[in-house]
Protein backbone atom coordinates (compact mmCIF):
# COMPACT_ATOMS: atom_id res chain seq x y z
CA UNK A 1 0.00 0.00 0.00
CA UNK A 2 1.48 3.28 -1.17
CA UNK A 3 0.85 6.60 1.02
CA UNK A 4 2.31 9.78 -0.09
CA UNK A 5 2.99 10.67 3.35
CA UNK A 6 5.24 13.75 3.61
CA UNK A 7 8.11 12.28 6.31
CA UNK A 8 8.86 8.83 7.41
CA UNK A 9 6.35 6.24 7.99
CA UNK A 10 7.93 5.06 10.58
CA UNK A 11 7.18 8.33 12.22
CA UNK A 12 3.74 7.24 11.78
CA UNK A 13 3.84 4.10 14.28
CA UNK A 14 5.02 6.87 17.11
CA UNK A 15 2.63 9.59 16.88
CA UNK A 16 -0.31 9.17 18.64
CA UNK A 17 -3.41 11.66 18.98
CA UNK A 18 -2.83 13.97 22.36
CA UNK A 19 -6.84 13.73 22.74
CA UNK A 20 -6.58 9.85 23.57
CA UNK A 21 -5.76 8.23 26.50
CA UNK A 22 -4.91 5.39 24.53
CA UNK A 23 -2.37 5.46 21.63
CA UNK A 24 -4.39 4.36 18.15
CA UNK A 25 -2.78 4.16 15.40
CA UNK A 26 -3.29 7.33 12.96
CA UNK A 27 -4.48 7.30 9.90
CA UNK A 28 -3.17 9.32 7.17
CA UNK A 29 -5.93 10.87 4.93
CA UNK A 30 -6.13 13.30 2.22
CA UNK A 31 -3.57 15.83 4.03
CA UNK A 32 -4.05 15.00 7.48
CA UNK A 33 -3.79 12.41 10.61
CA UNK A 34 -6.99 11.32 11.65
CA UNK A 35 -7.54 10.23 15.03
CA UNK A 36 -10.18 7.29 14.33
CA UNK A 37 -10.86 6.97 18.17
CA UNK A 38 -11.62 10.97 18.77
CA UNK A 39 -12.22 11.76 14.74
CA UNK A 40 -9.67 14.61 15.01
CA UNK A 41 -7.95 15.67 11.76
CA UNK A 42 -4.52 16.85 12.78
CA UNK A 43 -3.41 19.04 9.89
CA UNK A 44 0.47 18.83 8.37
CA UNK A 45 2.58 21.97 8.29
CA UNK A 46 5.71 21.69 6.30
CA UNK A 47 5.70 18.25 6.56
CA UNK A 48 5.29 18.44 10.49
CA UNK A 49 2.01 16.98 11.60
CA UNK A 50 0.98 19.53 14.17
CA UNK A 51 -0.54 17.24 17.20
CA UNK A 52 -2.19 19.78 19.26
CA UNK A 53 -5.90 19.48 20.27
CA UNK A 54 -6.51 23.36 19.38
CA UNK A 55 -5.36 22.80 16.00
CA UNK A 56 -7.17 19.69 15.04
CA UNK A 57 -10.33 19.22 13.48
CA UNK A 58 -13.40 16.98 13.42
CA UNK A 59 -12.65 14.60 10.81
CA UNK A 60 -16.50 13.79 9.59
CA UNK A 61 -16.94 10.53 8.02
CA UNK A 62 -20.12 11.55 6.35
CA UNK A 63 -20.35 15.27 4.36
CA UNK A 64 -21.48 18.05 6.84
CA UNK A 65 -25.31 19.08 6.71
CA UNK A 66 -26.34 22.96 6.41
CA UNK A 67 -26.33 24.82 9.80
CA UNK A 68 -24.89 21.69 11.96
CA UNK A 69 -21.93 23.92 12.70
CA UNK A 70 -21.07 23.81 16.71
ZN1 LIG B 1 -8.01 10.73 19.32
Not at 26 to 35: D, K, P, T
Not at 40 to 59: N, S
Request: some cysteine.
Amino acid sequence: MKMNLPFPAELLELLACPACEHRPPLRWQEGALVCDECHRAYPIRDGIPVLLVEEATQAEPSPPSEGGEQ
